[in-house]
Nanobody
């Protein structure tokens, strides 16, 4: 079945960088748009970024635009999120999510992995 495994999180100082990965199994990864979403402590789920199946379309939340970059390697069934210029408000659990076939717009009901924790603190 569907298996999404996020990795790459950690503790980083403000201004630092991280690269998150999401390894996908159990479905034809190259056919699906994917997203990154995050959840800060005590807050709801926040959409971060989306990439379509062939990387022609990428979208970002205003809060991360210009600092985060989404990408994918369909040969490796892996989704990435490069996080630069990190801020304390970026502290959250980050999840990757698999879209419904043919859908580029994110929906909070899409399945997600277990997440990887990003903590930005001095």
């Amino acid at each position: 079945g569907l298996h999404l495994v996020e990795s790459g999180g950690g503790l980083v100082q403000p201004g630092g960088s991280l690269r998150l990965s999401c390894a996908a199994e159990g479905f034809a990864f190259s056919n699906y748009a994917m997203s990154w979403v995050r959840q800060a402590p005590g807050k709801g789920l926040e959409w971060v970024s989306t990439i379509n199946k062939n990387s022609e379309i990428t979208r970002y939340a205003d809060s991360v635009k210009g600092r985060f970059t989404i990408s994918r390697d369909n040969a490796k069934n892996t989704l990435y999120l490069q996080l630069n210029s990190l801020r304390t408000e970026d502290t959250a659990m980050y999840f990757c999510a698999k879209h419904r076939l043919g859908r580029v717009s994110y929906d909070s009901e899409y399945p997600r992995g277990q997440g990887t924790q990003v903590t930005v603190s001095s």
